[in-house]
């Protein structure tokens, strides 16, 4: 029987061995959440990343624009959409990069761009920092979301705590986690979609019906300069929250079907501008609408401060809590690949769903006792918002797009990623600062698991 040699250690390997274990190695890709369906369709892309997006960030952008202030928020809300639209770009461009090869998780690329190693230690971090942090803040507003609706259609029952109503929508998290990869989610993923536009049309339509309050005041809410720059800060770090999309954009991509011919990135392009015309739909109306209407009194999470008609406040509570149960599958997909990746590639596990039910068990039980434990909403939108949002979507995709086409010194791609990273280092810097500051606050005043 003949052989061939393997170019990595210079043996010989019996071609049938060799067979064998690619074999094998196509088997564990086809079991991968990420890697195991290549036919979703451009509309997918759309949804998926609605969905992603579009999350419990629109609903605190109110009250970002509150810490803000008019000019300062309106320039950071339209700086941001074309600075992570053309970021998210760059991402869609270099899915395929290599001929013949494609990157489909954001790590990957990471470690074309900076080596084996290195970009192993760059990206895995902060993307971890990213998906687990989303699916934390999703548990807490999908918790009070919950706990919101309770209180508006069952007044004169009995106060419940808060935690309960975590470990209520962490409930619907576990069994949801075991749908298998992306494709399998895409009905959820559409219904989320459809209730982030429905919920934020209702959070600005039922502003606007309430209608401007009679001591509206556009003034900064803290009294401190100290307390006014550090809300600032913070703010900005919720605005990055908003913009989260990055993180999953690779392996939203990987599901899409590739051939030269025809390139994954034209429908996934198709999707993306889709996404961002609805992005625009719901963040601009609810964040200056709401800001308009209620003024530096607005609530972190908008349906707080809503009020009337209640059965309208009601349903839109329910939605969110829809749209965060597909939100947070959406995020947590890439997070069991990479456990599962490891699992079974790196410890040699043999690939079953018993090894999944454990894993994604172990994962949704973490985010729920996080959230239960630090339900500091606005807080988590700015720390995990400046601190590793802003790197993954602001500027590290510029900065792997400079490493690997290495555009020629001050030509137009050079400033324009160059201005990207400046604003996103800055935004890095600032808003994790306001946003422990944010958390350290609300911790001196609250009562773990009330």
Request: with cysteine; charged share 15%.
């Amino acid at each position: 029987m003949g052989t061939r040699l393997h170019a990595s250690d210079n043996k010989y390997y019996n071609e049938q061995d060799v067979d064998e274990r690619d074999a094998q190695e196509k088997a564990i890709d086809d079991w991968l959440p990420i890697t195991a369906s290549r036919d979703a369709k451009w509309w997918y892309s759309a949804f998926h990343n609605v969905t992603a997006i579009v999350g419990a960030g629109v609903l605190g952008l109110p009250y970002a624009m509150a810490q803000l202030g008019w000019g300062p928020g309106v320039s950071v809300l339209v700086i941001s959409w074309i600075i992570t639209l053309y970021t998210l770009w760059q991402m869609v461009e270099m899915h395929e990069i290599v001929p013949g090869k494609r990157f489909d998780r954001y790590h990957e690329l990471g470690q074309h761009a900076f080596g084996e190693k290195l970009g192993l230690y760059i990206v895995i971090p902060l993307q971890l920092i990213v998906e687990a942090g989303v699916d934390i803040v999703y548990m807490v507003t999908g918790g009070r979301c919950l706990h919101r609706f309770y209180t508006l259609v069952f007044k004169d029952c009995k106060k419940m705590k808060l935690t309960y109503f975590i470990m209520i929508f962490a409930s619907v998290q576990f069994v949801l986690s075991h749908l298998p990869n992306f494709n399998a989610i895409y009905g959820v993923s559409l219904a989320a979609a459809v209730m982030s536009l429905s919920y934020s049309t209702i959070a600005w339509g039922a502003s606007l019906n309430e209608g401007v309050r009679p001591d509206v005041q556009y003034d900064y809410k803290d009294t401190t300069i100290a307390g006014t720059f550090f809300n600032f800060f913070n703010s900005l770090g919720s605005v990055a929250f908003a913009y989260a999309g990055h993180n999953v954009v690779l392996e939203i991509q990987a599901t899409m079907p590739s051939t030269p011919e025809k390139p994954s990135k034209g429908p996934m392009l198709k999707g993306v501008i889709a996404a961002y015309v609805a992005i625009a739909i719901c963040y601009l109306p609810v964040a200056l609408i709401c800001y308009w209407i209620f003024g530096n009194k607005v609530e972190e999470n908008i349906f707080m401060t809503l009020e009337k008609p209640v059965w309208l406040i009601a349903m839109a509570n329910l939605f969110v809590v829809i749209h965060l149960s597909g939100g947070y599958q959406i995020y947590a997909m890439p997070v069991f690949d990479m456990i599962e990746y490891v699992l079974v590639k790196k410890r040699k596990f043999k690939p079953s769903w018993r090894l999944r039910i454990v894993s994604r068990n172990i994962y949704v039980a973490f985010t729920m006792f996080i959230g239960i434990t630090f339900p500091f909403f606005d807080g988590l939108l700015g720390f995990f918002g400046g601190f590793a949002f802003a790197s993954t979507t602001y500027f590290l995709p510029c900065i792997i797009w400079l490493a690997i086409y290495k555009p020629k010194k001050f030509s137009l791609s050079w400033f324009t990623n160059w201005i990207c990273i400046v604003l996103g280092v800055i935004l890095m810097t600032l808003a994790p600062i306001g946003g422990l500051r944010e958390i350290i606050v609300h911790a001196t005043k609250y009562k773990f698991y009330s």
